[in-house]
């Protein structure tokens, strides 16, 4: 087990590993002030979730000189499982990867890829284990794109992703932790989903209206400190 993935998997109490879903993400980064969620990527999978450290590549248009030299199977072969490989392919609407570059992840063990570009293949990468994120489906080839670094900051649907960043995905969507503030967003999301629980006991037994607004509030209110 790498670094990265130690580190990731120490800052995950055992009591929250199964209810880490995005919302709660999306609640405790407002409450640090943070931001880190991308905007249309969505699983080919409804079902699939994924949680991991990224390992980012970055892609550019294509010029045909200077490029990273590597393709995404030589990449996947370096990244170590339980990682989630995060593409940023600058909203292309032609294909980034397709059900070979998906079997390569699975077949390393990587807990999802991710990339704000679309992908081909749905029928055979939805099949996998791993969880796949994209813009949705195309038929097109990736002839626009590509890889020009690997494993450095990227922008990925609308957010900044930084090696060894926890990802957060399932079917509302992508969130990001930057990798120094996993503790602190730990401590909120364990609080918020207590918070959650109570809130669900108050909608079913239809309880006070005061009691819902104070339990509302409590949900924004920050724990740690700033």
């Given at each position: 087990m790498?670094?990265?993935?130690?580190?990731?998997?120490?800052?995950?109490p055992d009591?929250?590993?199964?209810?880490i879903v995005?919302?709660?993400?999306?609640?405790?980064?407002t409450r640090?002030g943070?931001?880190?969620?991308?905007d249309?990527?969505?699983?080919?999978?409804?079902?699939?979730?994924?949680?991991?450290p990224?390992?980012t590549v970055?892609?550019?248009?294509?010029r045909?000189a200077?490029?990273?030299?590597?393709n995404?199977y030589?990449?996947?072969?370096?990244c170590q499982?339980g990682?989630?490989?995060?593409?940023?392919?600058?909203?292309t609407?032609t294909?980034v990867?397709?059900?070979?570059i998906?079997?390569c992840?699975?077949?390393?063990k990587?807990?999802g890829?991710?990339?704000d570009g679309?992908?081909?293949?749905?029928?055979e990468?939805?099949?996998?284990r791993?969880?796949?994120f994209?813009?949705?489906?195309?038929v097109r080839?990736?002839?626009?794109?590509?890889?020009?670094?690997q494993?450095?900051p990227?922008?990925c649907?609308?957010?900044?992703v930084?090696p060894?960043?926890?990802?957060v995905?399932?079917?509302d969507g992508?969130?990001v932790?930057p990798?120094s503030?996993i503790?602190?967003?730990?401590?909120e999301?364990?609080?918020?989903?207590q918070?959650?629980?109570?809130?669900?006991?108050?909608?079913?037994?239809?309880?006070?209206?005061g009691?819902?607004l104070?339990l509302?509030?409590?949900?924004k209110t920050?724990?740690?400190?700033?």
């Amino acid at each position: 087990m790498s670094d990265r993935q130690v580190a990731a998997n120490a800052a995950i109490p055992d009591n929250l590993r199964n209810q880490i879903v995005t919302g709660v993400v999306t609640d405790a980064l407002t409450r640090l002030g943070l931001d880190g969620w991308m905007d249309g990527v969505l699983p080919m999978r409804p079902g699939s979730v994924v949680i991991g450290p990224a390992y980012t590549v970055r892609c550019a248009p294509r010029r045909g000189a200077d490029g990273l030299g590597k393709n995404l199977y030589q990449i996947i072969r370096e990244c170590q499982p339980g990682d989630v490989l995060v593409i940023e392919a600058i909203g292309t609407g032609t294909s980034v990867f397709g059900g070979n570059i998906a079997t390569c992840g699975d077949v390393q063990k990587l807990a999802g890829i991710v990339t704000d570009g679309r992908c081909r293949d749905f029928g055979e990468s939805s099949k996998l284990r791993m969880g796949v994120f994209c813009r949705g489906p195309t038929v097109r080839l990736p002839n626009d794109l590509e890889i020009v670094a690997q494993n450095v900051p990227i922008s990925c649907g609308g957010a900044q992703v930084n090696p060894k960043d926890l990802i957060v995905a399932d079917i509302d969507g992508v969130c990001v932790i930057p990798s120094s503030k996993i503790q602190q967003a730990m401590i909120e999301i364990e609080e918020i989903v207590q918070i959650e629980a109570e809130i669900g006991k108050v909608l079913r037994n239809s309880g006070p209206l005061g009691e819902m607004l104070a339990l509302l509030k409590q949900k924004k209110t920050r724990k740690t400190p700033a």
